[in-house]
């Protein structure tokens, strides 16, 4: 949009030029002014259209002739020389080449039949800047064809991402799911088995004698239950909780993620509540550089301060600099942070959104 006004306000300043030396000729004026008009509407239509070969002939055609009506073709040339280049960019090699053959033929058979108004130096002129424009719409295209692959590429490679992402999950599972088969049929079958035994024993010498050696057996077989329900649902928390979320927007979105994790961080035990607080800051911040940034590249970093807080930077360049607000997303982050003791700073410069927030680390006891 930014890119369209300027080339209007550009083209308009020419053409309010070229009108305004053109006043003392009331016929040139408003000839000027009819081929001002057909020009800014060719030039509208242009890039909505279909046929934009014909479009740019047109264009071409209606600037020639105000070469010729103008008391300074200069400017006129100026203006046809901007137009032929816009074409270089954006016309196909093959339809340009067209369009430069139908430019070279309308400007002989002008300069043929206007040859007093001429002078020698504009052809040589001329034919530089056709075979520069040539050149500009080879080196276009070319650009326009490595990009596609690129594009093309980074496709396939995400496919093949969420391809491995998928695989992966399904073997850890199907590999936590085969441990906690045979926990269950191995040694919850023995405890199972241990506790009858005790039960016979303390049935034929006396309940208080097994008592304690029952409670045991009892205790480790609640336990080996726990740790198959938690083999079985494949619960992952802290960190590598965050990872996994990282791995997951990366195989499912256009998202470039650069994790950074600094010493000691990767074996924090975190709380509940702090474990649920940083996957969704971590999710938030990332979630928020995709919807706010056509740059689709974060860098992440988590690392420990001084005090022993758990700290995390959520980077992402931006594309043009946007007024900041608070929205729902950042607000509830930031009171996430805050409840947990901590406290989030939101910082936007004209090349970067940086998100930085800390918190202190109330590890969880092991055992």
């Known amino acids: 949009m930014t890119a369209i006004i300027i080339r209007t306000i550009f083209l308009s300043v ?73 074409a270089s960019i954006h016309l196909l090699p093959e339809k340009y080449r067209l369009f430069m053959y139908s430019t070279v033929l309308f400007f002989g058979v002008e300069a043929f039949l206007f040859w007093d108004s001429y002078t020698p ?10 075979f520069m424009t040539w050149k500009v719409n080879e080196g276009s295209h070319d650009l326009k064809e490595q990009r596609l692959l690129y594009d093309q590429l980074l496709g396939e490679y995400r496919k093949l991402k969420r391809v491995l992402y998928t695989a992966e999950r399904n073997s850890k599972a199907e590999e936590r799911t085969r441990i906690a088969r045979e926990i269950h049929d191995s040694v919850g079958h023995n405890l199972t088995a241990l506790l009858m035994k005790i039960e016979m024993l303390s049935i034929q010498h006396g309940y208080s004698l097994f008592k304690e050696i029952k409670n045991l057996a009892a205790a480790s077989l609640d336990e080996t239950r726990e740790a198959v329900k938690a083999l079985k649902e ?27 994790t600094q010493h000691g961080v990767l074996s924090t035990r975190l709380t509940n509540k702090q474990n649920i607080a940083v996957y969704r800051c971590i999710q938030e911040g990332i979630t928020n550089a995709m919807k706010h940034s056509c740059v689709k590249e974060v860098k992440v970093t988590l690392g420990k301060t001084a005090l022993g807080h758990l700290h995390f930077i959520i980077t992402n360049q931006l ?46 006891a092991t055992a």
């Open 14 to 86: 020419l053409w309010g030029v070229l009108i305004y030396d053109s006043s003392q000729d009331s016929i040139s004026m408003i000839s000027l002014m009819m081929i001002c008009s057909l020009s800014f509407a060719l030039f509208f239509i242009t890039p909505v259209s279909r046929n934009k070969l014909f479009l740019y002939i047109c264009q071409t055609l209606l600037l020639l002739v105000s070469s010729l009506v103008s008391p300074e073709p200069l400017l006129a040339w100026g203006i046809f020389c901007y137009f032929h280049l816009e």
């Open 121 to 130: 130096a504009v052809i040589p002129f001329f034919a530089m800047f056709l």
């Open 234 to 260: 494949g619960e992952i928390e802290g960190i590598q909780s965050v990872i996994q979320l990282i791995r997951k927007l990366e195989s499912e979105s256009s998202v470039m993620v650069e994790l950074t």
């Open 319 to 364: 594309d043009e600099v946007r007024p900041f607000q608070m929205g729902f997303g950042l607000t509830n982050m930031k009171e996430r942070v805050e409840e947990l003791g901590g406290k989030l700073e939101i910082h936007q410069t004209d090349k970067e959104f940086i998100l930085r927030g800390a918190f202190p680390v109330e590890e969880v």
